[in-house]
C-alpha cells in the first residue's frame, strides 16, 4: 500500500528572510536578496555579488555556541533550517512521533567548503600537526543530515543526497519515496549550502558560470532575459517536514500541499552543459509517477538559474514535455531573487511550491524587462500572480547531468 | 600556579564553551567538562601553541583533569 504524503512543516534560511512570511511576503513583493559580498575582499574576482546572509547568527535559531563552532556554516544554516520546520510542524519527537520512524536527508552539494579551506591554509602555514580534528566530521557533505538527527533525536532513516545543483530536490524527492513506501512517517529533508567562501567564488568566476553585473547586483538575476549573462551565488537552507497523511491526520497537523509525484533523469551527456532530453525525461518521469496528465500542470518553479543555455534548454524541456500545453502553463524562476542556493535550491523552492499551492499566489520572475525571444513561454514577468492552482512542479538540474523533478498538488482531504 | 592556570583556563572555557567557574583543578575535561575524544585532541593542539610545547600522544592520554594540564605544563615548559 502506498502512502500519502503530505508538507507539514517549512524552515528556511535565505537572504530574503530566516522566516516562513518574510521569505514568501518578499517573493510575492519581488525583491532581490542580492547585494555586494561582505564576507571577504572580492577586488581580485570578476564576480562580486551574491545572494550573501549577513550577519547570520546560529544561536537566534536555537543552536547554542558550544554546538554550532562545531558545524561549518553549511551545517549551521541546515540545523536552523531543520529546527525551524520542525517547530513550524508541531511533531515532537517521543510525544506525537516515534523517533525511530522520522529520517533526514539534509544534503549538500559541495560540503564544507569553508572549512576546507581554513583547514587546508593552516596545513600549509603551520603543518600537518596543527590541522584540526573536526576538520574531517565539519567538512564532510553528510553532516546536516548527521547534526540534525543529533540535535532532533530523529533515529530513522538518514542519508545524504550530493548532485550539485539538484541535491535538494533528490533529498525531497527520496524521502518522498520513504514515507510513500513506508520506511518512515516523517521525514525532514531539504538542503544547505554554504560557498560564499574565496575558493568557491574563484572557482564558478573560472567557469564563466556567474553574472558580473556587479554595479546592480538586484538585477544581476534575470532568467528567460535576453540581457541574461548568468547565475548569481546564494546561501542558505531551506527544509520541508514530509509526513505520511494519516500521521499528519492523527496528530491533527497544519497540511500544507501534497507531494504526489517525483521524477529522476541522467543526462549521460556533458559535466556541465545540460541536455534538454534529460530534463524532459525527468519531467515525463515524474508525471508519470503522480498517475496525472501532463495538461494538470498549471504552474512549473523552474531550476531558471540565469544562464544563457541553462535557460533555453529548460525551455525546450518543457515544451518536449507539454507539447501545446507549454504556452497555457504559468513558468517562474524565484532565482531571479533569491539567487542560486546551489544544493539548496531544491530545498527552497520547495518550500516556495507549496506555498504557492496553499495560498494561490505565483511568486514572479523579476529582472523580466526584454523577453528572449527564442524563449516564447509565460514566466510571470514581474509582478506576483493570484492563480488557484492545484498541481504545481518544481526542477532541478546539477552538474553531472543530474535531474530532478517533484510535483506537489494543493491539499483536499 | 596562576599565570599557567589562567591561561589554561582560557582556552578551555574558549574551546569547550564552558563557565569558568566549571574550569577548577579537580575538573575532569570528559566527565566534568563534556569533552569528547576530538574536543581532548583539539586541546591538545591549542595548549601546544600556548605553551610552546609537545605533548606526546602518550602523555596527552593520562592527562584527565584541569590540574594534571597546568602541572605537566609546569613541569615541561
Known sequence: MKHRVVVTGMGVVTSLGSDIPAFWNNLLAGKSG???????????????????????????????????????????????????????????????????????????????????????????????????????????????????????????????????????????????????????????????????RPI??????????????????????????IDRDGFVMGEGSGVLILESLEHAQKRGAHIYAEVIGYGMSGDAYDMVEPDPDGAARSMARAIKDAGIAPEEIEYINAHGTSTPVGDKSETMAIKTTFGGHAYKLAVSSTKSMTGHLLGAAGGIESVILALSLQNGEIPPTINLDNQDPELDLDYVPNKARKAGIRTALSNSFGFGGHNATIIMRKYEA | MSDVYDRVKRIVVERLGVEEAEVTAEASFKDDLGADSLDVVELVMELEDEFDLEISDEDAEKITTVGEVVNYIQSHA
Not at chain 1, 89 to 111: C, F, T
Not at chain 1, 206 to 222: Q, V
Open chain 1, 34 to 196: 542580492i547585494s555586494r559580498i561582505e564576507a571577504f575582499d572580492t577586488s581580485d574576482y570578476t564576480t562580486k555579488i551574491a545572494a550573501e546572509i549577513k550577519n547570520f547568527n546560529p544561536e537566534q535559531f536555537g543552536l547554542d555556541k558550544k554546538i554550532s563552532r562545531k558545524m561549518d556554516r553549511f551545517v549551521q544554516f541546515g540545523a536552523a533550517a531543520s529546527l525551524m520546520a520542525l517547530q513550524d510542524s508541531g511533531l515532537k519527537l517521543g510525544e506525537n512521533a516515534d523517533p525511530e520512524r522520522v529520517g533526514v536527508i539534509v544534503g549538500s552539494g559541495i560540503g564544507g567548503l569553508g572549512t576546507w579551506e581554513e583547514q587546508h591554509t593552516i596545513l600549509m602555514e603551520k603543518g600537518p600537526r596543527r590541522v584540526s580534528p573536526f576538520f574531517i566530521p565539519m567538512m564532510i557533505a553528510n553532516m546536516a543530515s548527521g547534526q540534525v538527527s543529533m540535535l532532533t533525536g530523529a533515529k530513522g532513516p538518514n542519508t545524504t543526497a550530493v548532485t550539485a545543483c539538484a541535491t535538494g530536490t533528490h533529498s525531497i524527492g527520496d524521502s518522498f519515496k520513504m514515507i510513500q513506501r513506508g520506511d518512515a512517517d516523517a521525514m525532514i529533508c531539504g538542503g544547505a549550502e554554504a560557498t560564499i
Open chain 1, 200 to 225: 568557491g567564488l574563484a572557482g564558478f568566476c573560472s567557469m564563466r558560470a556567474m553574472s558580473t553585473r556587479n554595479d546592480e547586483p538586484e538585477k544581476a538575476s534575470r532568467p528567460f532575459d
